[in-house]
């Protein structure tokens, strides 16, 4: 789906995480980045997730990676989300889809014989200085850690 390779500097962003803070990639300068997009806070597969990536945080930071999240969820949606689910990580709050779209991840799905136009379910991880450095397309959502941190 998306058009950016291994090696691309990865587009840059400023949106509002769930608290509306304005969060950007030059904020993470200096530090390895995982941004991952999932279609909706609170789903069966968004939560796996997001939970996986939860009981690996230790991992990440010994590594020195940050974790990010974006989906096209309201703020208020994202808060519920980790209060819920005691997420350490930021989310964005990507309502107009500026990120989604810098990224690449928003298209045509298909769902239980349904399409639609969504977010594909997307893992970049972004070096210190801002290059990508892989893309995790076929996200496995209870061991997404494990495909990252491999």
Request: proline share 4%.
């Amino acid at each position: 789906m998306t058009t950016l390779k291994i090696g691309d500097a990865a587009p840059n962003f400023e949106a509002l995480d769930q608290q509306g803070n304005t969060i950007k990639l030059s904020d993470y300068k200096g530090k390895k980045l995982v941004l991952f997009f999932y279609p909706k806070a609170s789903t069966p597969g968004c939560t796996m997730e997001a939970c996986n990536l939860r009981d690996n945080y230790h991992s990440f930071l010994a590594k020195r990676y940050e974790v990010l999240g974006v989906s096209a969820d309201s703020g208020k949606r994202q808060q519920n989300f980790i209060e819920k689910h005691q997420l350490p990580f930021p989310l964005l709050a990507d309502e107009d889809k500026k990120v989604i779209n810098a990224f690449g991840v928003w298209g045509p799905k298909k769902f239980m014989g349904r399409e639609f136009d969504g977010i594909h379910r997307t893992t970049f991880v972004i070096d210190e200085k801002g290059i990508i450095e892989d893309i995790i397309t076929k996200v496995k959502t209870k061991e997404h850690a494990s495909q990252i941190l491999k």
